[in-house]
């Protein structure tokens, strides 16, 4: 569909939609960011994620209908560096002028090859305040009440932060398996050993799997870690092959701070 009739039939939907609401819009690209907007905004705004839960980011395309939704937001916080998020951010802004797009990854150090930068605590920490400037600017009155809530947050960020440092401070081994390389920060963050079977979307060449293979074994690995959004059907074979149990993380979780135990629960096993 060519980028004109796409523009002429979202705002066709939106000239046939009357949406009401009493509480103010935000929107975000996936949950785990609604989990994050929702603890610092509090419940001066509604939020909602352009990804519903379950679908996969890096393969999303937005439908119209999607576009539709954003008509009632204020701010859509994009995570930034997500392929769709790029290709649509300028469609975005035609459709939507009044829209203010906010890339809350300023600040991060970023991994190209790893868009999931909410897996460190320390990213965490700075996509909140990212979050909470904008609320700032946007709604003076209540700065101060968002400013206090991002206070808190950030201390109950550094709280899981510590949690899981110490339950991966005696784990036997630092290297851990995974399908897809979702956990580039998470590993960063706590000095870990990240082999991932796929990369950019491709699985392994023969000799690319031998390597991850050999690693594997090297390092005594147990498990194989799969994102809930992903076919597991490959994952498992390999796990057959190795005598390797294959396990479900769901870094896409909105409780953030619940998903990341589970990860250094398993890791640390």
């Not at 150090?109 to 930068?117: A, E, F, Q, S, V």
């Not at 949690?163 to 398996?177: E, G, V």
């Not at 897809?180 to 023969?206: C, W």
């Not at 396990?247 to 909105?254: F, K, S």
């Amino acid at each position: 569909m060519s980028r004109y009739i796409y523009t002429l039939l979202i705002l066709l939907l939106i000239s046939c939609s009357e949406t009401v609401s009493d509480c103010r819009q935000l929107s975000v690209t996936m949950e785990p960011y609604r989990y994050i907007v929702e603890a610092v905004a509090g419940d001066n705004w509604c939020v909602r994620s352009v990804v519903a839960k379950g679908a996969n980011p890096e393969t999303f395309d937005p439908t119209p209908s999607d576009i539709l939704a954003l008509s009632d937001s204020e701010v859509y916080f994009m995570v930034g560096g997500l392929g769709f998020e790029d290709a649509w951010k300028s469609r975005i802004a035609d459709i939507h002028p009044d829209l203010k797009i906010v890339d809350t990854s300023i600040g991060v150090n970023r991994d190209k090859g790893d868009p999931h930068l909410w897996t460190s605590p320390d990213n965490v920490s700075i996509i909140a305040e990212n979050i909470c400037e904008t609320l700032c600017r946007l709604d003076t009155l209540s700065a101060a009440d968002y400013r206090r809530r991002l206070v808190s947050f950030k201390k109950s960020v550094q709280r899981t932060d510590s949690i899981i440092t110490c339950k991966l401070r005696d784990c036997r081994s630092r290297a851990f398996l995974i399908f897809h390389p979702s956990l580039t920060y998470f590993s960063n963050r706590y000095g870990l050993s990240q082999i991932a079977i796929e990369h950019d979307g491709k699985e392994p060449s023969v000799f690319g799997m031998k390597s991850v293979t050999d690693s594997a074994r090297l390092y005594g690995v147990k498990y194989i870690l799969v994102q809930a959004e992903f076919d597991t059907r490959n994952a498992q074979a390999i796990a057959n092959e190795l005598g390797m149990q294959v396990v479900e993380i769901d870094p896409l979780n909105y409780d953030w701070h619940g998903e990341m135990l589970h990860i250094a629960e398993i890791l640390s096993r």
